[in-house]
């Protein structure tokens, strides 16, 4: 069965970067692309960018542009979200979701999200 | 960017009621449109995609429509597990935005 398992909790201070993992697994990793998604906390569902797992091509939204990197390693078949110069207002749990088998950028497995807490 | 609207953004509602949740797009979207699930303290759960194809497992309750700019999400009869929050989202052009949000509760 198709799971993604993401990394552990994280706490970091305003100015530093953090990089979050998600180990898929029960598919062919290469088919699929890769959506992050995040949600502050009490607030809605936020797109942060999608890149493919074959090609590595990227769509970043222009909100986290210039400071997000996304990332695959097709060896161990794990998508990387890392997101520099952090502010108190990233602190949210951040997601990554595969593309649906027939509509990209639509998530229809969802890893089970990673806190990023972003504090002095 | 995309702006999507989701109304209205509480809902009380009874078990066995039929609710609508209606999504609107600032621009053309055609059928690009997804639905999803959340509950509290977990991951969403795609429930419809392409505005009305509904997901394997999902209960036939659920349905979508809509093209174009305007869409809903029905549930013909309220369940105990359906009481959670409701998102949109569009996938026409990036970036992929959601609605922001209908939380479905136990009137």
């Known amino acids: 069965q198709v799971q993604l398992v993401q990394s552990g909790a994280d706490v970091k201070k305003p100015g530093a970067s953090v990089k979050v993992s998600c180990k898929a697994s029960?598919?062919?990793?290469?088919?699929?692309?890769i959506t992050w998604v995040r949600q502050a906390p009490g607030q809605g569902l936020e797109w942060m960018g999608w890149?493919?797992?074959?090609?590595?091509?990227?769509n970043y939204a222009q909100k986290v542009q210039g400071r997000v990197t996304m990332t695959t390693d097709t060896s161990t078949s794990t998508a990387y979200m890392e997101l520099r110069s952090l502010r108190s207002d990233d602190t949210a749990v951040y997601y990554c979701g595969r593309d649906h088998k027939a509509a990209a950028e639509v998530l229809d497995h969802w890893g089970q999200g990673t806190l990023v807490t972003v504090s002095s | 960017d995309i702006q999507m609207t989701q109304s209205p953004s509480t809902l009380s509602a009874s078990m066995g009621d039929r609710v609508t949740i209606t999504c609107r797009a600032s621009?053309?979207?055609?059928?690009?449109l997804a639905w999803y699930q959340q509950k509290p303290g977990k991951a969403p759960n795609l429930l419809i995609q392409k505005a009305s194809s509904l997901e394997s497992g999902v209960p036939s309750r659920f349905s979508g429509s809509g093209s174009g700019t305007e869409f809903t999400l029905t549930i013909s009869s309220l369940q105990p597990d359906d009481f959670a929050t409701y998102y949109c989202q569009q996938y026409n052009s990036y970036p992929c935005t959601f609605g922001q949000g209908t939380k479905l509760e136990i009137k």
């Open positions: 621009q053309d979207i055609t059928t690009w």
């Open positions: 890149i493919s797992a074959y090609s590595g091509s990227t």
């Open positions: 029960g598919y062919t990793f290469t088919t699929y692309g």
